[in-house]
């Protein structure tokens, strides 16, 4: 993937790095300035569109809501300030979920990786908001099955995909096939923007559970 016009190098770094590990080390010599780096240098409005979606939808703030991939808890941030307490964050960054742990908006979280098969029981969550998460070397479409396991029946999944990781991925495939097997169905999905500054857009989904 080429770098754009814009694109600040840690970005770039994230979306090119050789495998999880050396992914891992970026973030933990990143977390403390990630936040100010992704808005205000990025433009990115990741956390944003989605959290604004979900929360069209899901009214009862007692729900059990996972921020899957939740980083520093931009989208933990959002929600708490709607009055849901129920939230568990998960991510694969020990120093990003170290930055998030001292918002005290979580009820926990977790050290995961996405990529693998979670440790939650069948149709656990109410919902599930994933921002930011997928995109380029980091998390694939296969996580969403697992996604669509814990969810309860009528729960809701709501994420962004990044252009360059869409185009690149089956994510479209895996998406219809969910649908076409009656796991989920559509109920928003759209081109949005993403990282403003770079000009950089996403696909927005919210999908229900069936």
């Not at 814009?6 to 970005?11: E, L, P, Y």
């Not at 520093?72 to 990003?96: P, R, Y």
């Not at 005290?104 to 979670?118: G, M, R």
Request: glycine content about 6%; proline content about 1%.
């Amino acid at each position: 993937m080429k770098n754009t016009k814009s694109m600040i190098s840690t970005i770039y770094e994230t979306l090119h790095a050789a495998d999880l590990d050396a992914l891992e080390g970026i973030y933990k010599n990143w977390a403390s300035d990630y936040e100010h780096d992704v808005i205000n240098l990025a433009g990115y409005v990741g956390h944003l569109i989605t959290s604004d979606l979900l929360l069209t939808y899901l009214k009862n703030d007692k729900a059990k809501v996972l921020d899957a991939g939740c980083g520093t808890g931009l989208v933990g941030e959002i929600f708490h300030k709607n009055n849901f307490n129920n939230i568990e964050g998960v991510d694969f960054s020990q120093e990003m979920l170290s930055v998030a742990h001292q918002k005290n908006i979580y009820q926990s979280l977790k050290l995961v990786d996405l990529t693998k098969e979670l440790d939650y029981e069948d149709n656990w969550f109410d919902a599930i908001v994933c921002a930011g998460t997928f995109t380029c070397g980091h998390v694939g479409p296969e996580a969403l099955k697992e996604m669509v396991r814990i969810t309860k029946e009528g729960g809701y999944i709501c994420f962004t995909v990044r252009k360059q990781e869409w185009e690149a991925s089956p994510y479209m495939q895996i998406i219809s096939d969910m649908e076409l097997s009656e796991s989920w169905y559509k109920l928003v999905h759209e081109t949005a923007e993403y990282n403003v500054k770079e000009g950089v857009s996403c696909q927005l989904c919210l999908y229900q559970v069936n």
